[in-house]
């Protein structure tokens, strides 16, 4: 039992169980749940490391491990908290979706037409009214509404859509990362050479559904709202757009800046979570 902490051990093994289990879970969730487990198991782990490293160790041994099975526990950060989640995602299809068994092929063309209409609306507020998406799916699926009701319910519940408090449907944070090679191959990054619909966040390089970008028509940055902070917080960018040598618009918080930033995504205040 000495070199548990090495090996993969039985510590490992429920932590993936738990983890295959939830799906996603958020980071200050999972901390607790592995303390638990680790304090069951083997507790000796605990006396030269703290937790969060313990943890870090082990979801790194967990991922070169499941890798060669195709999966992988990513690491995203919530894009308007900030806080880290853990997803567990496959890594080998190049359409997650249709390699996703729990769902009949019907209902995966159902997903992704919602998705089609969320990406694509001409807004780019990156939702979809529940209603809307209860018709896409009585149409699609021949059912009731009320039918159709029950499988929306079932896809945000099993982490493809989160509802606001105004019944729209969003990308939820599993979605963002275990679709995001098929999002971005299927409607494109967002530049000045193309005419993209997935917005890549000037700061993390993450895709933003959720933010705001430059106002200015000719200019593409965009910002998380933290990762705006972030940038601002640095003094030698003045408050200037990234993008300075072409685009003359100064971001909130500083000095010049006189218009309002475009937002993407929905309103922040009417997510949940
Ligand atoms: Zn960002
Ligand atoms: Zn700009």
């Not at 901390?31 to 943890?55: A, H, S, W």
């Not at 499941?66 to 806080?83: M, T, Y």
Request: hydrophobic share 30%; proline share 2%.
């Amino acid at each position: 039992m000495a070199d548990e902490g090495t090996e993969y051990s039985e510590v490992h093994r429920v932590l993936l169980t738990y983890i295959i289990s939830v799906r996603y879970i958020s980071h200050s969730e999972l901390e607790p749940k592995f303390g638990t487990i680790v304090q069951k198991l083997n507790r000796e782990l605990l006396n030269d490391k703290t937790l969060e490293d313990l943890l870090q160790e082990h979801i790194t041994s967990i991922n070169s491990k499941v890798s060669l099975h195709g999966f992988k526990i990513d690491k995203i950060r919530h894009q308007v908290s900030g806080q880290l989640h853990y997803v567990l995602i496959n890594t080998v299809s190049n359409e997650v979706i249709k390699g996703n068994t729990n769902y009949s092929v019907n209902e995966l063309d159902t997903i992704k037409r919602i998705i089609d209409e969320l990406v694509e609306s001409s807004s780019i507020d990156f939702s979809i009214g529940v209603v809307n998406a209860t018709q896409k799916v009585s149409s699609g699926l021949n059912k009731t509404m009320k039918e159709a009701g029950s499988v929306i319910t079932k896809f945000i519940d099993d982490g493809w859509f989160s509802l606001t408090f105004n019944d729209r449907l969003i990308l939820s944070i599993r979605s963002l990362s275990e679709l995001k090679r098929y999002l971005i191959d299927r409607y494109g990054i967002v530049s000045s050479q193309t005419d993209g619909k997935i917005f890549s966040c000037y700061q993390c390089n993450e895709i933003n559904t959720l933010g705001l970008r430059c106002p200015m028509v000719y200019c593409q940055i965009n910002f998380h709202y933290k990762c705006l902070d972030i940038y601002m917080r640095n003094e030698t960018n003045k408050g200037r757009c990234p993008n300075y040598s072409n685009c003359s618009y100064h971001w909130p918080g500083s000095e010049l800046s006189n218009i309002d930033p475009k937002r993407i995504g929905v309103d922040p205040n009417s997510l949940y979570n």
